[in-house]
């Protein structure tokens, strides 16, 4: 250095020499500044706590709610990895300048307050708040039991069972309705005679309900009565629950000890439908001996048995069981097979509640609209009567024996689950 200071003097450069000793101290002097600076500014070395994100992290809130992030859970997780950190957050809006506008305040709090290289990244999952059913899952005030007749196959009588079933009911005193809930093929007006009846709307405290049609002391409401004889019903899942949501919620019952539902046949959206809604006391599935409804009958008491569904089967009917001519009435045909729905109630271990045979004026009295129980000292008021008290006898026995059942809560993904169950 005295040789390199000596060469400057010597040559009697001192101007280059003068530049060159600025240039170093002003070198020196930035270096100190900048190491200074980075030991005043903790974000380019503090170390990334868990704990201390997430106690930041309770000073920002999603836009739109009042608490802050952590508070109101929306923060699922924070995870910290070196100079990385990873915040789970779930929101409750798919909007998403929302979503942005989250992201960035997290990163900014994040580098901001601690690490100003920090690589941030916030995983966003949005669960939007579940939406009230078109069916709301409550009972109706005033209704005992609301037993559920099914089918798993159509045409074996299911709507004629119910229809008798509905009318012995009320000759033996109890109080009755029936929900024609076949939204595609209701048949109830017909079987009734009330095709040309509408329903009137009533005040209920202070609110504008449905007075069912009445027929032979029976309350009855069917989409038939607000749909042309000729007109279908050409409706998606979504509008069939809404019109089930108005002639359940929306009418003015009363008190009733029974409520017969009358599903559609199948296992299909209507039956979730009215499970969504109501606490199904029971079910009453209807099959005919042959083989091939038998075995959508074993459906039908499979889907309601189910861990999902879990509504009481109070027994299988038998329809058609056999053919008795008027002018013999002392014989019996089988047409469609001998005992096949009693077999397969000792299969599932569900009762059975008896057998109807295919008489000719019962498909009479269900095209006049008076149905075949309605038919004093006949062989098929006995046999109606006899099905009746059956019903009856395992629907006490159901209620004594089991918690009340309740409404079934259905999810997206995970298909269904009893609400509240225990």
């Not at 009533?202 to 309350?219: N, T």
């Amino acid at each position: 250095m005295r040789r390199f200071f000596y060469f400057y003097i010597s040559n009697n450069n001192y101007q280059n020499f003068t530049t060159l000793l600025l240039c170093h101290i002003a070198t020196s002097s930035l270096y100190l500044q900048s190491k200074i600076s980075l030991n005043k500014d903790k974000r380019y070395y503090m170390k990334l706590d868990r704990k201390e994100i997430l106690k930041a992290l309770e000073t920002i809130s999603i836009a739109g709610e009042g608490k802050n992030m952590v508070e109101s859970g929306a923060v699922t997780n924070v995870i910290t990895f070196g100079d990385e950190v990873v915040v789970d957050l779930v929101l409750s809006t798919p909007a998403m300048h929302i979503k942005k506008r989250a992201e960035d305040d997290i990163r900014k709090l994040i580098q901001d307050t601690f690490l100003a290289t920090a690589k941030v990244k916030v995983n966003i999952k949005v669960e939007t708040a579940e939406k009230a059913n078109e069916i709301k899952g409550k009972a109706i005030p005033g209704i005992k039991n609301i037993i559920a007749v099914a089918s798993g196959k159509g045409g074996v009588g299911k709507s004629t069972v119910t229809a008798n079933l509905a009318v012995t009911l009320a000759r033996m005193g109890f109080k009755v309705g029936v929900l024609d809930a076949d939204i595609y093929g209701p048949s109830m007006p017909i079987m009734f005679d009330v095709e040309n009846e509408k329903p009137i709307s009533i005040e209920v405290d202070g609110k504008s309900k449905m007075k069912p049609v009445e027929s032979f002391e029976v309350k009855i409401l069917s989409i038939g009565f607000f749909t042309a004889p000729s007109q279908a019903v050409i409706w998606r899942g979504p509008m069939a629950a809404k019109a089930l949501n108005q002639m359940i919620f929306d009418a003015a019952w009363g008190e009733l000890d029974f409520m017969l539902i009358d599903l559609p046949p199948g296992t299909g959206d209507i039956h979730l439908s009215i499970m969504q809604s109501l606490p199904i006391t029971g079910a009453v599935v209807v099959s005919t001996p042959q083989a091939v409804a038998l075995a959508d009958a074993k459906k039908g008491v499979s889907m309601f048995l189910s861990d999902s569904i879990n509504v009481p089967v109070l027994g299988i009917i038998e329809n058609m069981a056999y053919f008795t001519p008027e002018e013999l009435p002392n014989n019996k045909y089988y047409i469609f097979g001998n005992g096949g729905a009693k077999n397969l109630a000792e299969d599932l271990q569900v009762p059975f509640l008896g057998e109807i045979p295919l008489v000719q004026s019962i498909r009479e009295a269900g095209d006049y609209g008076r149905p075949a129980a309605l038919q004093t000292a006949s062989i098929i008021e006995t046999i109606f009567e006899e099905v009746t008290r059956n019903v009856v006898r395992e629907t006490v026995a159901r209620n004594e024996n089991l918690p009340a059942t309740e409404a079934i809560k259905i999810t997206t993904m995970a298909g269904c689950s009893a609400v509240n169950k225990k």
